[in-house]
């Protein structure tokens, strides 16, 4: 596996093009000119794939040659590397690099390892013992055969499960970094390659994160059938087919053809199931595929009627809506089943701009337990929740300029987006939102400007191009419409739902006890009652209100006579909350027939992304300050 120090000897070794002595080399590097060498025949053996070569000439040095496309290739994989997608020269990042070299091969032995990880037999026997903890973890264990070595055993959907923690990494923008020796990186090109061809020669668009999503997997599969390593009879069978598994099969055949192999059923069902693709046409609207037969259409339908009776809200006649959020469950009902987690990268932002739509989408998940006996963590519901909001900005009915949009997230996120945009700036028409893989298919469009999630060469560009860096900050839409103004509305809810006699300091030791406290004032106020009290413990059971920068709001939807409240606690010293330190809390009370207030939630973001504001009010503990800053 190339590491941090190999990538920057590549990466100088192109830079330069000509003989670098051990002695330069080792001075780059702060290691010794031994080292330097043990390096270099190390490097060798990765890059030879590539044609690439390392050579050494005595009294000269050492300089990278090969094929000017195998080299170029090296090179961008280095600089990948150093730019942060490998493997940490940690305690850590051995113990990964141990896994990954495990997961490789069938059996190797600790000398092996100890020659391929450049460490000592009895360094790498200490980072054994790290691998056989996080091996428990996933109820997998790591067996010796004498002569042979050791070698990772248990389930086989599990042992794909560590692959996918450890053996290859992506960035916020998808670019991916394959940890695994046994296939290459153009191998990885050729497999890439399969499926946008694929997919363009049958009019098919897929989101960006699919797209990875997709190639992992297939990755994960070759891998592991290269090892013999294939899924028995039983190890899938309660797994139902996905709506994406004939796709998926036809792209996995042309895999199999390109590398040599029979692809059986059970990795069809495997990628299919567990990649959570959406195939999704972005201009029309409408699925590609859909499948009535698994009971999810009408738990949606039951489940809005629910969601109706008790927040008031309709959501039953968006269609768009209904469809997306089938679609969505229907993957990850399969995906659960299977025992594969989709991280949500945007969940804390999610979980402090839509708070009431993370609480319709902890509905959603309750409702689903009960049904189909599946639970839905705070990923998941996150990604609900995004569904929900463009629902809700869909509802603020306005129309219209030609706008062009690239998102690089899921397909929730990016109607939400286009709602914001369409609701939020006049005469606006969206004409369009692709994946960045189909950049060139939009830039055809006939449009007034472009709008992307990810950074893009204007140069290219006839014309305007707005980057947006927050999708859930009001940046792009004070870009393209200075004429929208919320300063006065902002200050009019600000003074509406905050009051000096719930701004407290608060001494408590969990998440409950304090919501008890502040609970406890803002009742003999006459603010609430016990019953907001148990909703608001209650709703944080379900998902966890801890957002960062050492905020939580936890929250409830009241009904009745109570006018919407924000009680502010501020504790003596923070504390864990779920997963993050804490030690301001918003305790967020909402009637829900004071909707226009929700926007408090936005202004709240505004503050609490500012961790420098947010420490400056736990210290000088000051109402007024608090409100000048909040309101500003």
Not at 203 to 231: E, G, H
Not at 421 to 432: A, E, P, T, W, Y
Not at 556 to 585: C, D, F, H, R, T
Not at 595 to 617: A, H, P, S
Request: with cysteine.
């Amino acid at each position: 596996m190339i590491s941090r120090n190999y990538s920057i000897i590549i990466k100088y070794l192109t830079n330069k093009g000509k003989y670098v002595t051990a002695c330069e080399l080792s001075q780059q590097i702060g290691v010794s000119i031994r080292t330097i060498k043990r390096y270099i025949k190390d490097i060798n053996y990765y890059i030879n794939d590539y044609g690439v070569e390392i050579i050494s000439l005595n009294g000269a040095g050492y300089k990278i040659g090969g094929p000017s496309k195998g080299i170029k290739r090296v090179n961008e994989e280095a600089e990948n590397i150093i730019e942060g997608f490998e493997v940490e020269d940690s305690a850590e990042g051995r113990i990964a690099r141990v896994i990954c070299t495990l997961l490789s091969r069938n059996y190797i032995t600790v000398e092996e390892l100890s020659e391929k990880l450049n460490l000592s037999v009895p360094s790498v026997n200490i980072l054994i013992t790290g691998v056989k903890d996080i091996l428990k973890a996933y109820d997998l264990k790591l067996i010796s055969k004498p002569f042979y070595g050791s070698k990772i055993v248990g389930q086989e959907i599990k042992i794909r499960s560590l692959m996918l923690r450890y053996a290859i990494k992506t960035d916020e923008n998808y670019s991916l970094y394959n940890r695994l020796d046994n296939i290459a990186g153009y191998e990885i090109e050729s497999i890439q390659s399969i499926i946008t061809k694929f997919l363009r020669n049958n009019s098919i668009i897929i989101c960006d994160k699919d797209v990875t999503a997709l190639l992992i997997r297939i990755i994960i599969s070759i891998s592991r059938m290269r090892n013999d390593c294939i899924f028995q009879n039983d190890d899938l069978k309660d797994v139902c087919k996905p709506g994406n598994y004939e796709l998926v099969e036809k792209i996995m055949q042309q895999v199999g053809k390109a590398f040599n192999f029979a692809i059986s059923k059970n990795e069809v069902l495997y990628v299919s199931m567990s990649c959570g693709v959406t195939i999704y046409n972005y201009n029309t609207g409408e699925e590609l595929i859909k499948d009535s037969q698994d009971g999810v259409e009408e738990f949606v339908e039951q489940a809005l009627q629910d969601i109706f009776m008790i927040s008031g809200i309709n959501f039953l006649e968006d269609e768009d809506f209904k469809n997306a959020l089938v679609m969505h469950l229907k993957i990850f009902i399969n995906r659960f089943r299977a025992g594969i987690n989709a991280k949500n990268p945007l969940l804390n932002q999610i979980k402090i701009k839509f708070p009431i739509e993370t609480d319709l989408a902890t509905i959603i998940a309750t409702k689903l337990k009960s049904e189909f006996k599946v639970t839905l963590n705070e990923d998941e519901i996150g990604f609900i929740a995004m569904h929900f909001g463009a629902a809700f900005e869909r509802k603020k009915d306005k129309n219209g300029k030609k706008v062009c949009i690239i998102c690089h997230y899921g397909i929730g996120t990016s109607r939400l987006l286009v709602e914001k945009l369409k609701q939020q700036i006049s005469d606006i028409d969206i004409v369009g939102i692709y994946p960045v893989s189909y950049l060139d298919i939009a830039v055809k469009q006939d449009v007034d400007f472009i709008v992307s999630t990810i950074k893009l060469n204007n140069r290219y560009f006839k014309v305007p191009v707005f980057y947006i860096e927050d999708i859930f900050s009001n940046e792009i839409v004070n870009e393209l419409n200075s004429a929208i103004s919320v300063g006065e509305q902002r200050r009019k809810i600000i003074a509406e739902i905050f009051s000096r006699d719930v701004f407290l300091k608060v001494k408590a030791e969990t998440g409950e006890g304090v919501i008890k406290i502040i609970g406890e004032v803002m009742k003999s106020k006459g603010f609430i009652d016990d019953e907001v009290i148990a909703n608001v413990i209650e709703r944080e059971k379900l998902s966890s209100t801890d957002i960062g920068h050492m905020t939580a709001i936890p929250h409830a939807i009241m009904e009745g006579a109570y006018k919407s409240i924000i009680g502010v606690g501020i504790l003596e010293k923070p504390i864990i909350w779920n997963k993050e330190e804490v030690q301001m809390v918003f305790m967020a009370c909402f009637n829900k027939k004071e909707r226009y207030k929700l926007q408090i939630f936005e202004f709240l973001y505004d503050f609490i992304k500012d961790e420098g504001e947010v420490k400056r009010v736990i210290k000088d503990f000051n109402f007024e300050k608090f409100m000048r800053i909040i309101q500003n």
